[in-house]
């Protein structure tokens, strides 16, 4: 109740100033409970198409759960997000933006035509693709193009099939991967040739496809034989060295041309006869003697006289031989290996190698043979082909170790964590304190009808001095005072009273 009178007492400007300070401490004290009892919000969805994103926004909203929209991402108080998780994948959300053969299952028998059904049927097998592509890790956005050629039942060949696949990845894809997109789509589509899927990136062009294959293959065997070389060399110069104390680099060429050589070789020296065959043959004449004359040539009962008879025998004789064919036929395809070429540079100081002796140039030369015919036989370099080796030694700038930091402790970790909502937490608390004991005290204890300005006497009352405001009306203030302290007011009075009545007497 003496609060309430307090209040009354008050002029108008000083109970709007009280008010002000009042509901200025209520909110401090608002800010300072929500800023401390605030839970942490967490991450629900992230990189969601706008019109999957506002499904999921306009469920939260009838839900009534707080969220905040940061970018492509969803937050959620992080004490709801499982729960909220499970409640949306109950309801088909966020659905997904492709869509596979659901789409087939408002196709209706009866008004669908063959090439409208077969449109549905190889959209929704693109879509399958899609989402399974979408499931390799790192994969962001993926489309799937079947190339299906509409022909009649009567044909009886068409063109091949093909397809493409349009990849972007938040990494490069490795050949590997891109080979397993290839066949994934081909073993899900009938008739249709791994070699005949093109994997493109939108940023970087053809990954894989028809030729592109070929081109990078001799790049890709490089790469890996040059590879193992240096694991081999690496692990045979670490257990002499130790760890850090080599370095190696295996540079690897490979033929990149196909190439076709036939030849074809012969042994004379190992001939076989094949055939043999002998022909005999005789001729018979008849004449007066066997010398040539001119009557010889006459025709015939002319100038012959009695003659006689000769025969005349032919003999020859006919060998085929069967000689060695050889013939090669050398096809050289893309990958060879032409030449390897390895520099291998060691820490001299891991060797114990003294450079101020006067034999460290000789010890030096000793090590660095040693080490080279190790690295010839271990990594299977052939000179002859024209592989070279160089092995140097020389002093590794030393790098400064990095300090070994201890783990923080729970204390610090919770320090960093909430460091910054406690300072918040205490300027809030300031701010209150100095408004509660700054301006709302000073008001509550100040005594009604009083003001700021200096006080001076008025009246005097029984010996006391009775003190208001300078320009105040005495009878108001005895009034005030007597309302105030009616028990003291009626003893002075008593006492008035007593005076009056010992006077009277006495005279």
């Known amino acids: 109740m003496k609060f309430i009178e307090t209040l009354k007492g008050l002029s108008l400007t000083r109970q709007l100033a009280l008010a002000g300070a009042v509901l200025g401490v209520v909110l401090a004290m608002t800010m300072l409970v929500r800023g401390t009892v ?56 966020p ?25 549905k049927y190889w ?36 063109p091949p099939q093909t397809a493409s696949v349009s990849v972007s990845a938040a990494h490069d894809l490795t050949p590997q991967q891109a080979q397993a997109i290839q066949y994934m789509v081909a073993l899900a589509v009938s008739g249709l040739a791994a070699e005949d899927v093109a994997v493109i990136d939108p940023a970087k062009g053809m990954i894989a496809g028809p030729d592109v294959e070929k081109a990078q293959q001799p790049t890709v065997v490089a790469e890996d034989k040059a590879g193992q070389i240096e694991s081999k060399i690496m692990r045979l110069l670490e257990a002499r060295v130790g760890p850090g104390n080599a370095r190696v680099s295996v540079s690897v060429d ?7 050589v036939s030849e074809v070789t012969y042994d004379p020296e190992s001939r076989v006869v094949r055939n043999r065959s002998i022909n005999d043959s005789s001729e018979t004449s008849n004449g007066s003697n066997a010398s040539v004359s001119v009557a010889s040539n006459l025709p015939a009962g002319e100038g012959q006289g009695g003659g006689s ?31 390897v070429s390895v520099a291998v540079l060691l820490n001299q100081g891991a060797l114990d190698i003294d450079p101020a002796s006067a034999n460290a140039g000789t010890i030096s030369q000793g090590i660095i ?28 700038q030393e790098v400064p170790a990095p300090e070994m930091v201890e783990a923080p402790g729970m204390v610090e970790t919770l320090i960093e964590r ?16 100095a408004l509660g004991f700054g301006v709302i005290r000073p008001l509550l204890t100040q005594k009604a009808g009083a003001t700021s300005t200096e006080l001076v006497p ?50």
């Open 38 to 93: 605030k839970e942490p919000m967490a991450l629900l969805y992230s990189g969601l198409e706008p019109v999957n994103a506002g499904e999921v926004i306009e469920e939260l909203d009838k839900r009534g759960i707080n969220y905040e929209i940061k970018g492509e991402s969803i937050f959620i108080p992080r004490g709801d997000r499982d729960e909220v998780r499970f409640a949306l994948a109950k309801d088909g959300l």
């Open 95 to 119: 659905q997904q933006s492709v869509k596979g053969y659901e789409l087939l299952d408002d196709v209706n028998g009866f008004s669908v035509t063959s090439e409208m059904y077969n449109a």
């Open 123 to 158: 959209q929704a097998k693109e879509g399958e693709l899609t989402r399974t592509i979408l499931a390799i890790p790192g994969v962001q956005s993926a489309r799937v193009h079947i190339g299906a050629s509409l022909q009649s039942g009567f044909t009886r060949s068409g």
């Open 254 to 260: 490979v033929t990149r041309q196909r190439q076709r």
């Open 309 to 339: 008879s000769s025969t005349i025998r032919n003999s020859s004789e006919s060998v085929s031989y069967e000689v060695n064919e050889r013939r090669t036929e050398t096809e050289m395809l893309p990958g060879e290996i032409e030449k």
């Open 369 to 396: 043979n040693d080490f080279e015919a190790l690295i010839l036989s271990g990594a299977g370099l052939d000179t002859e082909r024209g592989d070279k080796l160089t092995v140097e030694l020389m002093p590794f």
């Open 418 to 433: 909430h460091l910054w909502s406690a300072v918040q937490a205490g300027l809030l608390g300031l701010v209150v304190v």
């Open 458 to 507: 008025t009246q005097s009352i029984d010996g006391e001095i009775v003190s208001g405001d300078e320009g105040t009306d005495p009878f108001d203030f005895l009034k005030d005072y007597t309302r105030e302290r009616q028990d003291e007011t009626a003893a002075l009075l008593q006492s008035w009273l007593d005076e009056d009545r010992k006077v009277a007497v006495n005279e």
